[in-house]
């Protein structure tokens, strides 16, 4: 649990505490004063009289006193209960969040008092099981491929190296031969710039939070630049981009961005695709979205990777010794910046054909949709909030019309907080145990 949660939770408990001590010091004494200056007033004096009349004298002389002094144990005596069992539970979640620490498999135990929390804390508990085990495993993919980077740069390297000191020692080499080695060369420097930029892709990823700067943007001009700039790429394999379009579609978004994520999908479309096979880009325009499919004809993705291809420094094609084997990490970053855009992703298949589905959201959340949000989330406080002010309304037209004196309703009102108080105390256990489960 985080300090800021800890000291919300803290003052949550210190205001619950305040409000108990007073709503039932108000009830307690509100019943006192009904019971003994109230409706048995005469029979207890009576009572009082016919035992010694001195001290039923002095009790009349000095009532203002013995009162307040009766309201002041009642009001210490609650206060002492209320304190004792807020310290109490206060040890139990310290108690419980050092156990989340030193024992994360262990499951949280709190008494009934706290079960809403302890459904809370076993949710963190088993959230912090989860991320330690993400950690070590993307640790020990990020590893791994470090590992196996370093192997396939030494290769390309090597190979730099080999030629270049060919063409140095060797005074007179044919013409035709240069060329191959210098292409050779050339081809081994672009494969190890290649695997720098993923070495550097790995550090961008993990210590950028990958901030975006919203513009209008023409989606179908952006995936046109990428079509033509990866003209190359589809050439060497003898693949073709046919783009599916409408004149324009504007859309509110990082266009840098975007162009990074939709530029990771094309080429990952062009390394996994059959031979003399057609990439396909669809782009269709909704009311309130924007979906973007990208299509191509190459092996099957197992069922079971569908959804683990957007995890980073995971890959499909495990195989670390291929030439278009990467860092992992290209469709991870796709699905943040989607995601950053208030959009999702998803990848299906579709006999030979591999499917990337994209979404975004045009218009974002609207202030309507975050008024809803605000009132599914609040709308016990509300009821009450409405309600407390119906009360009140109600209260103060029957003190204006004169139906009621002002002290009727008011003992009344308190009368009835002291009911409430005591009822939600009596069975908050049953309703806290049934909403935890």
């Not at 210190?14 to 039932?24: F, G, H, Q, T």
């Not at 139990?92 to 498999?105: F, G, T, V």
């Not at 952006?222 to 050439?235: I, R």
């Not at 009311?287 to 995890?311: A, R, S, T």
Request: aromatic share 10%; hydrophobic share 40%.
């Amino acid at each position: 649990m985080k300090n800021e949660e800890f000291i919300k939770l803290k003052n949550s408990i210190a205001r619950k505490s305040v409000i108990k001590i007073l709503l039932y010091s108000l009830g307690a004494i509100i019943l006192f004063s009904v019971l003994i200056d109230g409706v048995y007033n005469d029979e207890l004096a009576d009572s009082l009289a016919s035992v010694n009349r001195d001290i039923y004298y002095w009790c009349v002389a000095n009532k203002i006193i013995l009162l307040g002094i009766t309201y002041l144990v009642i009001f210490a005596i609650i206060s002492f209960f209320v304190i004792r069992n807020t310290s109490n539970n206060m040890v139990e979640i310290i108690k419980a969040m050092d156990q989340i620490i030193k024992e994360p498999e262990k499951e949280v135990k709190l008494s009934n008092d706290l079960i809403l929390l302890e459904s809370k804390l076993n949710n963190i508990r088993v959230d912090l099981v989860l991320n330690q085990n993400k950690a070590k495993e993307a640790l020990q993919k990020k590893n791994d491929l470090i590992t196996y980077m370093a192997h396939d740069l030494k290769t390309p390297l090597t190979s730099i190296i080999g030629y270049l000191t060919l063409l140095t020692d060797e005074k007179e080499i044919p013409e035709n031969l240069k060329k191959k080695y210098m292409d050779i060369a050339l081809k081994k420097s672009l494969r190890l710039e290649e695997l720098t930029n993923q070495f550097f892709d790995i550090t961008r990823y993990n210590l950028q939070s990958m901030p975006i700067t919203k513009q209008n943007i023409d989606l179908v001009f952006l995936l046109e630049q990428l079509v033509e700039e990866s003209y190359p790429m589809l050439q060497e394999k003898k693949l073709e981009c046919i783009l599916n379009k409408p004149k324009a579609i504007q859309f509110m978004g990082d266009g840098d961005k975007l162009a990074r994520a939709f530029g990771n999908l094309l080429k990952n479309a062009i390394n996994y695709s059959y031979l003399n096979t057609t990439i396909k880009i669809d782009i269709k325009e909704y009311e309130d979205k924007i979906e973007i499919v990208f299509k191509n004809k190459g092996d099957k993705i197992p069922e079971y990777k569908l959804e683990k291809i957007f995890d980073k420094f995971y890959r499909a094609d495990e195989s670390r010794t291929s030439s278009t084997g990467g860092a992992g990490l290209g469709l991870a970053i796709t699905k943040q910046i989607i995601e950053l855009h208030n959009g999702k992703i998803y990848a299906k298949n579709d006999n030979e054909f591999i499917e990337f589905y994209i979404e975004l959201s045009k218009w974002g959340k609207n202030e309507k949709e975050k008024i809803k949000e605000f009132i599914i989330k609040n709308w016990k406080w509300i009821l009450i909030s409405l309600l407390s002010v119906l009360i009140c309304f109600i209260g103060i037209s029957r003190i204006y019309l004169g139906v009621h004196y002002t002290s009727d309703v008011l003992g009344g009102f308190l009368i009835s907080v002291s009911y409430l108080v005591i009822y939600i105390s009596a069975v908050n256990n049953v309703f806290y145990r049934n909403e935890a489960k």
